[in-house]
Protein backbone atom coordinates (compact mmCIF):
# COMPACT_ATOMS: atom_id res chain seq x y z
CA UNK A 1 0.00 0.00 0.00
CA UNK A 2 1.19 3.68 -0.93
CA UNK A 3 0.21 7.08 -0.16
CA UNK A 4 -0.97 9.36 -2.86
CA UNK A 5 -1.46 12.89 -3.14
CA UNK A 6 -5.15 13.28 -3.75
CA UNK A 7 -3.97 17.21 -5.44
CA UNK A 8 -3.14 19.97 -3.64
CA UNK A 9 -5.14 22.96 -2.26
CA UNK A 10 -7.66 23.17 0.64
CA UNK A 11 -9.73 21.27 1.68
CA UNK A 12 -8.27 18.27 -0.15
CA UNK A 13 -6.83 15.41 1.84
CA UNK A 14 -3.83 12.31 0.96
CA UNK A 15 -5.31 9.12 1.21
CA UNK A 16 -3.98 5.60 0.78
CA UNK A 17 -4.83 3.80 -2.20
CA UNK A 18 -4.75 0.12 -2.67
CA UNK A 19 -3.50 -0.96 -6.43
CA UNK A 20 -6.18 -1.53 -8.92
CA UNK A 21 -8.73 0.67 -6.68
CA UNK A 22 -9.63 3.98 -8.02
CA UNK A 23 -7.93 6.96 -7.05
CA UNK A 24 -10.53 9.03 -4.73
CA UNK A 25 -10.86 12.77 -4.06
CA UNK A 26 -12.14 14.33 -1.47
CA UNK A 27 -13.17 18.12 -1.39
CA UNK A 28 -13.55 20.70 1.38
CA UNK A 29 -17.13 20.04 3.58
CA UNK A 30 -19.12 22.75 5.44
CA UNK A 31 -17.25 25.60 3.10
CA UNK A 32 -20.41 27.53 3.36
CA UNK A 33 -20.97 27.31 7.00
CA UNK A 34 -21.80 30.16 8.45
CA UNK A 35 -20.62 32.35 11.30
CA UNK A 36 -23.71 32.42 13.08
CA UNK A 37 -27.41 30.50 12.79
CA UNK A 38 -30.68 31.06 14.93
CA UNK A 39 -32.49 29.13 16.90
CA UNK A 40 -36.23 28.86 17.27
CA UNK A 41 -37.61 26.91 20.48
CA UNK A 42 -40.31 24.84 20.54
CA UNK A 43 -40.73 23.12 23.56
CA UNK A 44 -43.35 24.54 25.77
CA UNK A 45 -45.54 24.44 22.58
CA UNK A 46 -44.21 21.18 20.62
CA UNK A 47 -43.00 19.66 23.50
CA UNK A 48 -45.60 20.25 26.15
CA UNK A 49 -48.05 19.69 23.73
CA UNK A 50 -47.52 15.67 23.34
CA UNK A 51 -47.14 14.81 26.89
CA UNK A 52 -49.54 12.94 28.61
CA UNK A 53 -50.13 15.11 31.69
CA UNK A 54 -50.88 18.69 31.86
CA UNK A 55 -48.11 20.57 32.96
CA UNK A 56 -49.35 22.82 36.03
CA UNK A 57 -49.05 26.51 34.61
CA UNK A 58 -46.16 28.23 36.92
CA UNK A 59 -44.09 25.20 35.85
CA UNK A 60 -43.98 26.14 32.03
CA UNK A 61 -43.54 29.51 33.02
CA UNK A 62 -40.35 28.10 34.85
CA UNK A 63 -39.30 26.31 31.61
CA UNK A 64 -40.03 29.96 29.68
CA UNK A 65 -37.70 31.67 32.10
CA UNK A 66 -35.02 29.24 31.74
CA UNK A 67 -34.97 28.58 28.32
CA UNK A 68 -34.90 32.99 27.91
CA UNK A 69 -32.10 32.67 30.25
CA UNK A 70 -30.11 30.53 28.16
CA UNK A 71 -29.63 32.91 25.75
CA UNK A 72 -32.80 31.75 23.43
CA UNK A 73 -34.29 34.65 21.79
CA UNK A 74 -37.44 33.30 20.14
CA UNK A 75 -39.65 31.27 21.81
CA UNK A 76 -42.84 29.42 20.93
CA UNK A 77 -45.06 29.69 24.15
CA UNK A 78 -47.88 28.19 23.47
CA UNK A 79 -50.97 27.50 21.30
CA UNK A 80 -53.92 28.75 20.88
CA UNK A 81 -56.19 25.98 19.91
CA UNK A 82 -59.49 24.75 21.09
CA UNK A 83 -59.08 22.76 24.85
CA UNK A 84 -60.75 19.30 23.28
CA UNK A 85 -58.04 19.18 20.32
CA UNK A 86 -54.68 19.72 22.82
CA UNK A 87 -56.09 19.69 26.21
CA UNK A 88 -52.49 20.08 27.49
CA UNK A 89 -52.27 23.57 26.11
CA UNK A 90 -56.05 24.69 27.33
CA UNK A 91 -54.16 27.46 29.59
CA UNK A 92 -52.89 29.44 26.80
CA UNK A 93 -54.33 32.46 27.68
CA UNK A 94 -53.27 32.06 31.17
CA UNK A 95 -49.30 31.87 30.27
CA UNK A 96 -49.43 34.04 27.34
CA UNK A 97 -50.56 36.57 29.85
CA UNK A 98 -48.26 35.87 32.52
CA UNK A 99 -44.80 34.98 30.47
CA UNK A 100 -42.92 37.85 30.33
CA UNK A 101 -40.26 38.26 27.61
CA UNK A 102 -36.84 39.77 28.53
CA UNK A 103 -35.17 42.58 26.36
CA UNK A 104 -34.46 40.95 23.29
CA UNK A 105 -36.21 38.44 23.41
CA UNK A 106 -39.65 37.02 20.88
CA UNK A 107 -42.53 35.13 22.35
CA UNK A 108 -44.85 33.61 19.83
CA UNK A 109 -47.67 31.40 19.53
CA UNK A 110 -49.71 28.89 17.35
CA UNK A 111 -53.06 30.44 16.22
CA UNK A 112 -55.10 28.29 13.61
CA UNK A 113 -58.00 30.17 13.48
CA UNK A 114 -59.73 33.73 13.82
CA UNK A 115 -60.63 32.79 17.48
CA UNK A 116 -56.82 31.79 18.33
CA UNK A 117 -55.82 35.22 16.60
CA UNK A 118 -58.20 37.36 19.18
CA UNK A 119 -57.43 35.09 22.02
CA UNK A 120 -53.69 35.74 21.38
CA UNK A 121 -54.36 39.55 21.10
CA UNK A 122 -55.74 39.19 24.19
CA UNK A 123 -53.09 38.20 25.51
CA UNK A 124 -50.46 40.91 24.27
CA UNK A 125 -48.79 38.15 21.81
CA UNK A 126 -46.98 40.15 19.42
CA UNK A 127 -46.39 36.87 17.31
CA UNK A 128 -48.13 34.34 16.12
CA UNK A 129 -47.21 31.43 13.86
CA UNK A 130 -49.99 29.12 11.43
CA UNK A 131 -49.98 26.33 10.07
CA UNK A 132 -50.93 23.59 7.34
CA UNK A 133 -50.16 19.67 6.30
CA UNK A 134 -48.04 19.02 2.68
CA UNK A 135 -50.45 15.54 3.03
CA UNK A 136 -54.33 15.75 2.99
CA UNK A 137 -54.85 12.77 5.29
CA UNK A 138 -52.37 14.58 8.21
CA UNK A 139 -53.93 18.07 7.94
CA UNK A 140 -57.20 16.53 8.28
CA UNK A 141 -55.98 14.19 11.23
CA UNK A 142 -54.82 17.68 12.89
CA UNK A 143 -57.35 20.25 12.11
CA UNK A 144 -60.18 18.66 10.78
CA UNK A 145 -60.15 20.22 7.54
CA UNK A 146 -58.89 20.24 3.96
CA UNK A 147 -55.12 21.85 2.97
CA UNK A 148 -57.36 24.07 1.00
CA UNK A 149 -59.52 25.16 3.59
CA UNK A 150 -56.75 25.47 6.02
CA UNK A 151 -54.82 27.74 4.15
CA UNK A 152 -57.83 30.23 3.37
CA UNK A 153 -58.47 29.85 7.32
CA UNK A 154 -54.26 31.25 7.71
CA UNK A 155 -54.52 33.74 5.22
CA UNK A 156 -57.58 35.57 7.41
CA UNK A 157 -55.07 35.01 10.76
CA UNK A 158 -52.21 35.99 8.56
CA UNK A 159 -54.08 39.31 7.15
CA UNK A 160 -55.08 40.37 10.37
CA UNK A 161 -52.61 39.44 12.47
CA UNK A 162 -50.30 41.73 10.31
CA UNK A 163 -52.84 44.54 10.19
CA UNK A 164 -53.23 44.35 13.91
CA UNK A 165 -49.15 44.92 14.21
CA UNK A 166 -47.66 41.37 14.63
CA UNK A 167 -45.79 39.37 13.04
CA UNK A 168 -46.30 36.05 11.32
CA UNK A 169 -44.31 32.61 10.67
CA UNK A 170 -45.69 29.75 9.10
CA UNK A 171 -45.10 25.86 9.35
CA UNK A 172 -45.47 23.07 6.55
CA UNK A 173 -45.79 19.53 8.27
CA UNK A 174 -45.07 16.26 6.74
CA UNK A 175 -42.91 17.59 4.38
CA UNK A 176 -39.92 14.89 4.21
CA UNK A 177 -43.13 12.63 4.64
CA UNK A 178 -46.66 11.70 5.87
CA UNK A 179 -47.53 9.05 8.79
CA UNK A 180 -50.43 8.02 6.72
CA UNK A 181 -49.53 8.73 2.94
CA UNK A 182 -46.41 8.08 2.98
CA UNK A 183 -44.02 9.87 0.27
CA UNK A 184 -45.10 13.59 -0.03
CA UNK A 185 -44.62 15.85 -3.84
CA UNK A 186 -41.97 18.22 -2.99
CA UNK A 187 -44.10 20.26 -5.24
CA UNK A 188 -47.02 20.10 -3.11
CA UNK A 189 -45.31 21.37 -0.50
CA UNK A 190 -43.23 24.39 -2.18
CA UNK A 191 -46.46 25.54 -3.38
CA UNK A 192 -48.48 25.22 0.35
CA UNK A 193 -44.95 27.12 1.60
CA UNK A 194 -45.42 30.15 -1.63
CA UNK A 195 -48.85 30.55 -0.19
CA UNK A 196 -47.65 31.29 2.89
CA UNK A 197 -44.95 33.76 1.78
CA UNK A 198 -47.35 35.36 -0.15
CA UNK A 199 -49.61 35.86 2.86
CA UNK A 200 -46.32 37.53 4.84
CA UNK A 201 -45.17 35.37 6.48
CA UNK A 202 -41.91 36.24 7.50
CA UNK A 203 -40.83 32.47 7.84
CA UNK A 204 -41.79 29.40 6.32
CA UNK A 205 -40.49 26.29 8.76
CA UNK A 206 -40.82 23.45 7.16
CA UNK A 207 -41.46 20.20 8.90
CA UNK A 208 -39.73 16.60 8.68
CA UNK A 209 -43.04 15.71 11.45
CA UNK A 210 -41.78 11.82 11.85
CA UNK A 211 -38.44 12.12 11.08
CA UNK A 212 -37.85 10.26 8.20
CA UNK A 213 -36.03 12.45 5.90
CA UNK A 214 -31.94 11.89 4.81
CA UNK A 215 -29.24 14.32 3.63
CA UNK A 216 -29.91 13.57 -0.29
CA UNK A 217 -33.72 13.82 0.08
CA UNK A 218 -33.39 16.87 2.03
CA UNK A 219 -30.97 18.51 -0.63
CA UNK A 220 -33.68 17.63 -3.46
CA UNK A 221 -36.06 19.69 -0.95
CA UNK A 222 -34.34 22.70 -0.30
CA UNK A 223 -33.17 22.84 -3.39
CA UNK A 224 -36.95 23.09 -4.93
CA UNK A 225 -37.66 25.66 -2.40
CA UNK A 226 -34.63 27.75 -3.29
CA UNK A 227 -36.23 28.03 -6.86
CA UNK A 228 -39.24 29.56 -5.41
CA UNK A 229 -38.04 31.33 -2.28
CA UNK A 230 -35.31 32.83 -0.48
CA UNK A 231 -33.29 30.82 1.52
CA UNK A 232 -33.06 33.57 4.59
CA UNK A 233 -37.18 32.95 4.23
CA UNK A 234 -37.27 29.33 5.45
CA UNK A 235 -36.10 27.42 8.45
CA UNK A 236 -36.17 23.55 8.87
CA UNK A 237 -38.39 21.70 11.69
CA UNK A 238 -36.50 18.18 12.10
CA UNK A 239 -37.66 15.44 14.05
CA UNK A 240 -34.70 12.53 15.17
CA UNK A 241 -36.81 10.09 15.34
CA UNK A 242 -34.50 7.98 13.36
CA UNK A 243 -31.62 9.62 14.31
CA UNK A 244 -30.79 11.71 11.12
CA UNK A 245 -32.05 15.23 12.90
CA UNK A 246 -28.28 16.62 12.29
CA UNK A 247 -27.15 15.17 9.29
CA UNK A 248 -30.44 17.08 7.65
CA UNK A 249 -29.40 19.83 9.63
CA UNK A 250 -26.09 20.28 8.24
CA UNK A 251 -27.27 20.16 4.62
CA UNK A 252 -29.32 22.83 5.16
CA UNK A 253 -26.39 25.26 6.52
CA UNK A 254 -24.13 24.29 2.85
CA UNK A 255 -27.28 25.05 1.22
CA UNK A 256 -27.83 28.37 2.68
CA UNK A 257 -30.25 27.64 5.67
CA UNK A 258 -29.57 29.80 9.25
CA UNK A 259 -33.04 28.96 11.22
CA UNK A 260 -34.00 26.12 12.90
CA UNK A 261 -36.25 24.95 15.06
CA UNK A 262 -35.63 22.61 18.31
CA UNK A 263 -37.00 21.33 21.26
CA UNK A 264 -34.75 21.16 24.44
CA UNK A 265 -34.38 18.03 25.62
CA UNK A 266 -35.51 16.39 22.22
CA UNK A 267 -39.44 17.13 24.16
CA UNK A 268 -41.98 16.36 22.24
CA UNK A 269 -43.48 15.66 18.98
CA UNK A 270 -46.77 15.45 17.31
CA UNK A 271 -49.72 14.21 18.57
CA UNK A 272 -51.51 13.33 15.46
CA UNK A 273 -48.52 11.54 13.70
CA UNK A 274 -47.76 8.35 15.13
CA UNK A 275 -44.41 7.73 15.73
CA UNK A 276 -43.38 10.71 15.36
CA UNK A 277 -41.42 11.38 19.03
CA UNK A 278 -38.35 13.50 19.31
CA UNK A 279 -38.13 16.76 18.19
CA UNK A 280 -34.28 17.49 17.44
CA UNK A 281 -32.91 18.69 20.87
CA UNK A 282 -32.02 22.40 21.46
CA UNK A 283 -28.68 21.04 23.38
CA UNK A 284 -27.79 18.97 20.45
CA UNK A 285 -28.01 21.75 17.71
CA UNK A 286 -25.99 24.24 19.74
CA UNK A 287 -23.63 21.77 20.84
CA UNK A 288 -22.65 20.93 17.26
CA UNK A 289 -23.02 24.27 16.17
CA UNK A 290 -20.89 25.67 18.58
CA UNK A 291 -18.81 22.99 17.68
CA UNK A 292 -18.33 24.13 14.16
CA UNK A 293 -17.32 27.48 15.25
CA UNK A 294 -21.33 28.59 14.60
CA UNK A 295 -21.99 31.16 16.89
CA UNK A 296 -25.58 30.72 18.39
CA UNK A 297 -25.66 33.54 21.59
CA UNK A 298 -26.70 30.71 23.49
CA UNK A 299 -25.51 29.58 26.74
CA UNK A 300 -24.77 25.90 26.34
CA UNK A 301 -24.28 24.91 30.13
CA UNK A 302 -27.25 27.19 30.77
CA UNK A 303 -29.30 25.33 28.25
CA UNK A 304 -28.23 22.18 30.02
CA UNK A 305 -29.97 23.51 33.03
CA UNK A 306 -33.00 24.43 30.90
CA UNK A 307 -33.24 20.63 29.37
CA UNK A 308 -32.96 19.56 33.31
CA UNK A 309 -36.34 22.20 34.34
CA UNK A 310 -37.84 20.38 30.93
CA UNK A 311 -37.37 16.97 32.49
CA UNK A 312 -38.18 18.18 36.05
CA UNK A 313 -41.95 19.44 34.95
CA UNK A 314 -42.50 16.34 32.71
CA UNK A 315 -41.28 13.76 34.95
CA UNK A 316 -39.33 11.25 32.57
CA UNK A 317 -35.97 11.14 30.78
CA UNK A 318 -35.10 13.26 28.15
CA UNK A 319 -34.09 11.58 25.00
CA UNK A 320 -31.46 14.32 24.17
CA UNK A 321 -28.05 12.99 23.79
CA UNK A 322 -25.95 16.63 25.33
CA UNK A 323 -29.20 16.31 28.01
CA UNK A 324 -27.90 12.38 29.20
CA UNK A 325 -24.15 12.88 28.72
CA UNK A 326 -23.64 16.29 29.43
CA UNK A 327 -21.49 18.86 28.12
CA UNK A 328 -17.75 18.73 27.50
CA UNK A 329 -15.43 21.32 26.49
CA UNK A 330 -15.56 22.31 23.06
CA UNK A 331 -11.64 22.53 22.63
CA UNK A 332 -9.68 19.55 20.87
Not at 152 to 177: I, K, N, P
Amino acid sequence: MRTEDSGSGEGRSTLRRTPGRPKVSFVALFERAPDCASVYEVSPRDGLQNERATVPIHDKLRLIEALAQAGLRRIEITSFVSPRWIPQLADADEVAAHAVAPPGVTFSALCPNAVGLERAKAAGMREVAVFASASETHNKKNVNKTVEATLAACGQVAGEAQAGGMRVRAYVSTVWGCPYEGDVDVKRAVAIAKKFVEMGCYQVSLGDTIGVGTPRQTERILRAMAGEIASDRIAMHMHDTRGTALANVLVGLEMGIRDFDASVGGLGGCPYAPGAAGNLATEDLVFMLQGMGVKTGIDLERLVEAGRVAESVVGRLLPGKVHQAGVRSLKA
